[in-house]
């Protein structure tokens, strides 16, 4: 049986589930968010609850 976690988007803040076993790779729920944080991340901005996992 597969076990999913609930985990919340660093960029967007929505809700998104994943396999348990991807808990800590899987950051953000879309590309689109992944593509924003590394370009805030290449403008050294940051934002509260922001953490990189790349």
Known sequence: MMSYVKKACPVC?????VLR??????TYC???????AQDIESRGV??????DHL
């Open 13 to 17: 803040g929505k809700e998104f589930f």
């Open 46 to 51: 940051t934002f509260p609850g922001f953490v």
């Open 21 to 26: 076993k991807a808990e800590e790779k899987a």
């Open 30 to 36: 879309t590309l689109a968010c992944l593509t924003r």
